[in-house]
């Protein structure tokens, strides 16, 4: 006996943000397990089982809620996508970088569950707000330099979507071009491109540890940065600003125009 099945009915998130956007959809009860990194919503790491880390995940686990489908993102989890389509199950892995890539995927995972209107309206929202956020930009005399660092040895500069960001936010991101590179080592910078950049300030978020503002300060050379100079080093929660879904549209923006526009 055959039918036809509209939308997947077990979904597993192996990210926070396709969790995040389902739960927005009003979908969250389609997830039956979802990354240990998931802090949004907060109630989600109350509600669904944990499978999976952000490398890794337990492929025994993940069989055993039966999902009908898995959503991953980008090619850190090519290993652990590669063990669950050798387990037969069915994967999709998104590899969104930028601002515009994210806004896509946000419909794709809509129109997956049924809700592609409900996806465009978000969608539209958050267009809404960045295109408020572009023109207060536009009508700035003057845009500070930001250097954002994503982890620190080796020192790697923003992502692409976080120097979008920036750059909506009223700053110029210093490494735009480095932004830009799809590998994380694309986007190594060293400490004399930094001084020779002279930020105005330094944004932080360092995935999976605290960032160490004193350690910054003492690099050498640093002193000559203004931003230094001017105690300008600021830290942004990863869960904001890291994750290529609804948070960086939303609190990661304010709180980018919060540190730039101040």
Not at 6 to 28: Q, W
Not at 96 to 116: A, K, W
Not at 138 to 156: G, H, L, N, T
Not at 213 to 233: F, H, L, P
């Amino acid at each position: 006996m055959f039918s036809i099945n509209d939308v997947p009915e077990r979904i597993v998130a192996l990210t926070e943000e396709p969790t995040e956007i389902l739960y927005e959809l009003g979908e969250e009860d389609r997830l039956v397990g979802i990354s240990a990194y998931t802090e949004r919503p907060p109630q989600a790491s109350e509600d669904k089982p944990v499978v999976s880390a952000f490398i890794g995940g337990s492929v025994d686990k993940i069989s055993a809620l039966e999902p009908d489908l898995i959503i991953g993102f980008s090619d850190i989890q090519a290993e652990l996508a590669h063990d669950l389509i050798k387990a037969n199950l069915p994967v999709v892995i998104f590899n969104q970088r930028s601002v515009q890539e994210i806004l896509d995927v946000i419909v794709t995972i809509g129109s997956i569950v049924g809700r592609r209107e409900e996806a465009k309206q978000l969608v539209a929202r958050y267009i809404e707000r960045l295109e408020e956020a572009k023109a207060k930009t536009e009508a700035q005399s003057y845009r500070p330099k930001v250097y954002f660092e994503e982890w620190d040895d080796p020192k790697i500069t923003s992502i692409q979507w976080v120097g979008e960001l920036i750059e909506i936010a009223g700053g110029q991101n210093i490494f735009g071009d480095r932004s830009r590179g799809k590998n994380a080592d694309d986007r190594f910078v060293d400490d004399d491109e930094i001084i020779e950049a002279d930020p105005d300030i330094i944004a932080a978020s360092w995935c999976g540890k605290p960032v160490d503002v004193d350690s910054i300060q003492s690099r050498e050379g640093y002193d000559n940065i203004t931003a230094i100079r001017n105690d300008e080093i600021h830290e942004l929660d990863p869960a904001i600003i890291l994750q290529p879904g609804p948070a960086c549209l939303t609190d990661g923006l304010a709180r980018l125009e919060e540190i730039i526009r101040c």
